[in-house]
C-alpha cells in the first residue's frame, strides 16, 4: 500500500499519518520509507512500549518486539500498551504488545517473540531488520550490563543498535555529561 496523498480518504491508516505526509521534514518520500523500514525492538516494558506505540503508529512497516517477560498488574501503571487482561491471562509482553500494536495499525506487520537477546540468537532474533532499538528501561545498576548485552549481540553484523535509555532519577546523566538541573 502507498501513502498516495490522492488515496488519503481511502485507507483509515493513510488518514491517520496525513499530517506527517503534509510535514516537510517527512513527506512523501519519507512516509514510503518508513513504510519499507524494519526494526527489531529489544525490550517491551514502560520505554519499549512508548517506542514500540510510536513507531506503529507512524507508519513504520515492520517491527519485531523481542521481551522474555510477561505482563503483571504491576506493569500497568507504567506501561501503556498493555490493560487488565493481559495481566490476567499472564500474556507475554511480546504477544500482548503485537496484539495490540496489530488493532492500532493493521497495515504494519508486527511480530512478537517470546525470547531474551543473546549472542547465541543474535542472528536469529536479528535477521531481516535495518535497526535494533534497546528499549529496555534500566537502573544506573543495571544500564552498563544491558548496554554491553545489547552491543555483545548485535557484533558482527551491520545493524545499527541504538539505544533509547531512561535512568533513575539518581543516576548520572546521559553518555557521562551532567544532568540538567531539575529546577527545584
Not at 57 to 69: K, V
Request: with cysteine; glycine share 10%.
Amino acid at each position: 500500500m502507498g501513502w498516495q496523498l490522492e488515496t488519503a480518504d481511502e485507507s483509515p491508516t493513510a488518514r491517520e499519518i496525513l499530517r506527517q505526509i503534509l510535514f516537510a521534514g517527512i513527506g512523501q518520500d519519507g512516509q514510503e520509507n518508513l513504510l519499507g523500514s524494519s526494526a527489531a525492538l529489544v525490550g517491551c516494558g514502560a520505554l519499549g512500549t512508548v517506542v514500540a506505540n510510536l513507531l506503529v503508529r507512524g507508519g513504520l512497516g515492520r517491527l519485531r518486539i523481542i521481551d522474555r517477560d510477561f505482563v503483571e498488574p504491576s506493569n500497568l501503571q507504567r506501561q501503556m500498551l498493555f490493560d487488565e487482561s493481559d495481566a490476567r491471562e499472564a500474556l507475554p509482553k511480546a504477544v500482548a504488545a503485537q496484539r495490540h500494536l496489530r488493532a492500532i495499525n493493521s497495515d504494519a506487520e508486527v511480530e512478537g517473540v517470546v525470547a531474551d537477546l543473546t549472542p547465541a540468537n543474535a542472528s536469529e532474533l536479528l535477521g531481516g531488520v535495518q535497526i535494533v532499538l534497546d528499549g529496555r528501561t534500566t537502573s544506573r545498576r543495571g544500564c552498563s550490563s544491558t548496554t554491553r548485552q545489547s552491543r555483545s549481540a548485535c557484533r558482527g553484523y551491520t545493524l545499527r543498535l541504538l539505544e533509547v535509555m531512561a535512568y533513575d532519577d539518581d543516576s548520572p546523566g546521559r553518555n557521562g555529561m551532567p544532568r540538567l538541573p531539575s529546577g527545584k
